[in-house]
């Protein structure tokens, strides 16, 4: 840690509790407070996401139960927006009304390591690995990210080598990808007969490494908000973290271009119609890039179907080379005002398969709510 923390809410939030003797291993009280000092971090980080706060359209939910089918249970603490507009007004600094969230846009798990560090650190590792496996099983859109608190006077191996162990893992950095956005890990020296002596220790991390949590901070931050807005996009720097996943509701694999273009424009509509997301082609179901032989002649053809086809979609179209094979990227906005047709009929995204949308479903449906996806 170094001296910019003071920018920070947690790492003092996280000391004070050791110094102060209420600092256990399996206690909520640690939880409540962890939670809501990194809600107030990121907030404090953008203000679309402090306006929003404010507004009422992002509230926060402790022990989140995701709805529908899931393996994983009970999440920590989630950022979204509410399924009911919170009655208190928020005028001041960085904070979050509590609510019942129903559009989880952030998720964040919580774990300690202050007793028998060197039996544990593993299973941690395979909680935090279930934990964002379970949020994307019912929230792909969801930004994710792991807290460590670890007390390094109660190991008896060089903490370098379990700070290693955590940074193997494939961090998504904010992408659309069924993996962990970033971790941090705040490390304590602390003597349960002392606690008042208990300290942050410092030179473990730089603030430029990832699992500082001015970096994880930072880059949740930026997350939640280009999620919240609706900037679900796939880059040319992030397309090979995203191929290591599966597809789902905002994501499409493809090996080659379809052969009838009304096939490509009706899965555009669908993302369109759905909540956005992005289709690459020169990629096998299983995310293995197979490649295009021709990638200009595929732009070019992708191009003309949608500025004739789909006018009205805000979309970009990137090429990215991965392993030495040519990709083509396609990012599709969220319709608003009214929903995408082809030739006077309506699909939406629904999982990983394209449906046909009812004539209730577009009643219900549309126009959509401005600000709560999209740019602002």
């Known amino acids: 840690m170094t001296d910019s923390d003071h920018f920070c809410e947690l790492p003092g939030q996280v000391l004070k509790l050791f110094q102060q003797g209420d600092y256990s291993g399996q206690g909520r009280k640690q939880t409540d407070v962890i939670c809501e000092a990194v809600g107030r971090d990121i907030l404090s980080r953008s203000d679309i996401l402090l306006e929003a706060a404010r507004e009422g359209e992002l509230v926060a939910e402790r022990n989140y139960s995701p709805s529908g089918h899931s393996f994983y249970h009970d999440v920590d603490y989630v950022i979204g927006t509410p399924t009911e507009p919170p009655q208190r007004q928020i005028s001041g600094a960085a904070e979050l009304n509590a609510g019942s969230v129903d559009d989880v846009w952030f998720a964040l798990n919580v774990e300690s390591l202050v007793s028998s ?15 964002y496996l379970g949020v994307y099983d019912t929230a792909p859109l969801a930004a994710t990210g792991s807290i460590i608190v670890l007390n390094v006077g109660d190991l008896s191996r060089d903490p370098e080598e379990i700070i290693n162990g955590y940074r193997e893992f494939e961090f998504a950095d904010g992408s659309i990808a069924q ?3 970033s971790l941090a890990i705040i490390p304590i020296r602390y003597d349960e007969e002392a606690p008042q002596e208990a300290e942050l220790e410092t030179g473990l991390l730089s603030e430029e490494d990832q699992l500082h949590y001015s970096s994880f901070s930072d880059l949740l931050s930026a997350a939640l908000e280009q999620r919240f807005q609706g900037e679900f996009r796939v880059s040319p720097d992030s397309v090979k973290t995203v191929l290591s996943r599966q597809e789902s509701e905002v994501l499409e694999f493809k090996e080659q271009l379809p052969n009838h273009r009304d096939k490509v424009a009706q899965e555009v509509a669908a993302l369109a119609n759905n909540e956005g997301g992005t289709i690459l082609i020169g990629v096998d179901d299983s995310g293995t890039p197979v490649g295009l032989d021709s990638i200009d002649q595929v732009e070019e053809t992708v191009a003309n179907v949608l ?14 080379r991965v392993d030495g094979t040519d990709i083509l990227i396609i990012n599709v906005d969220r319709a608003i005002e009214v929903p995408v047709d082809v030739d006077g009929t309506f ?6 398969t394209t449906d ?3 004539g209730r479903e577009i009643l219900d449906g549309f126009p959509r709510e401005v600000g709560r996806h999209d740019g602002i």
């Open 117 to 131: 560090v060197g039996k544990n650190w593993i299973n941690r590792g395979k909680e935090i690995h279930s934990f």
């Open 179 to 181: 993996s962990l956005d």
């Open 307 to 320: 500025s004739n086809d789909l006018s009205n979609v805000i979309r970009d179209i990137e090429k990215a």
């Open 347 to 352: 699909f939406v995204r629904t999982g990983t």
């Open 356 to 358: 046909r949308l009812t």
